[in-house]
């Protein structure tokens, strides 16, 4: 049973950056690939980023390539989102999703979920 824990959401203006944090409780997550997805309010979760287990192959959505990267750490059991030049609509819950196979772009593919962090952008 893989736990994950994000961190790193908050409150900022447009045009700021954040970094979101995704911690595993076992090491045995470097064999995970790993997505992040976001669900605002009425909308369905989407897909926003995704990294193999080995953390040589990266996955973004269009509305996010170019401004967000994603990485991983794994002696520190740890995946980032790097989020830069933030918008109003990347407002939402984000989620750290860890699955052996993927990364997919489908989140009924994933067997550990994170709580979620907001991440809430103003104009």
């Known amino acids: 049973q893989v736990q994950l824990v994000e961190s790193g959401g908050g409150l900022v203006q447009a045009g700021d950056s954040l970094r979101l944090s995704c911690v595993a409780s076992?090491?045995?997550?470097?064999?995970?690939?790993v997505g992040w997805f976001r669900q605002a309010p009425g909308k369905e979760r989407e897909f926003v980023s995704g990294?193999?287990?080995?953390?040589?192959?990266?996955y973004y959505a269009k509305t996010v390539e170019g401004r967000f990267t994603i990485s991983r750490d794994n002696t520190k059991n740890t995946v980032y989102l790097q989020m830069n030049d933030l918008k109003v609509e990347d407002s939402a819950v984000y989620y750290c999703a860890a699955d052996l196979s993927g990364p997919s772009r489908n989140p009924l593919v994933y067997d550990y979920w994170g709580q979620g962090t907001q991440v809430t952008i103003s104009a």
């Open positions: 076992e090491h045995t997550f470097s064999m995970y690939a």
């Open positions: 990294v193999t287990f080995n953390g040589h192959s990266t």
